[in-house]
């Protein structure tokens, strides 16, 4: 598949059709949003808007989450309509997310990933005290609470445990890397997450390791396309992996939701 053709595929599974665990799937004439069922923040992950209705429809978005009394995200991507979406949305009183690039690749059984024998002490992590460990090591790391994450986490490992794989990386009972994966329902999708490793313990080929294990059980389940939100440090690893980049992502906080 081209570039053109993987975005139109990822677009329509995973934001026009996306259905998120724990949320409620909402489409109007003008967004496709997610409302969580447990008082988390929702997202707006799709939007039909044009120069003349945009300022207009967020307006509508606001005050239909402020009812919810949800905080929200509005994700955008940079192939999204009109161009200038996400200025509009900072005008708006949005707070914007560093830009992130959405990577892309499709596994063959002749993947060297499928290949990867390396070997490192890591495991699969199903119960809550590996799912807390994930929680301090992203603390420890990004200098903030993730513990609505580890809640949300071990939810979703709870009630559908054959959609979301995490693994981690141990050096002497420490959690030193960890990564995660939901197979994402009714797509050909996989998508990654995390993808953390302490400082000291970088430049072993943990990130690559995860990778390999993830992109494993994706195509054992039969998803054979992975894709994440990379950071600029992320981003080159992927690459060399295989991946490409279709463009760019950004995570549009309400205002409610400002540090």
Known sequence: MNKNELISLFHKELRLEAQTQSYLREETEHV??????????????????????????????LNYFS?????????????DKPDSLKDILEQEGFSV??????MVMKLDEQHHLLKNNQHFDFKEITDEKGIQDIVNLED?????SHAELGKRL?????????????????????????????????????SLW??????????KGYYTALLAARAKKAFEKGH???????SPMSRPI????????LAYSYGCQSPSNKL
């Not at 992927?238 to 980049?245: A, H, Q, R």
């Open 238 to 245: 992927l690459e060399k992996c295989g991946f490409i980049c």
């Open 97 to 102: 997310d560093a830009a992130e690039a959405l």
């Open 194 to 203: 995390g993808g953390s490793t302490l400082p000291m313990y970088r430049g």
């Open 224 to 230: 054979p396309f992975l894709t994440v939100d990379a």
């Open 154 to 190: 071990w939810r979703d490992k709870q009630n559908n445990p054959e959609a979301l794989y995490l693994y981690g990386i141990y050096e002497d009972d420490t959690l030193v890397s960890a990564a995660w994966m939901y197979i994402e329902v009714n797509s050909s999708f996989a």
């Open 140 to 144: 420890a790391i990004w200098n903030e």
């Open 67 to 79: 009812d919810l009394g949800q905080d929200f995200e509005w994700k955008v991507y940079s192939y």
């Open 32 to 61: 496709v949003r997610h409302i969580s069922q447990f008082g988390e923040s929702g997202f707006i992950v799709a939007s039909n808007v044009n120069e003349d209705n945009v300022r207009t429809i967020i307006k509508q978005e």
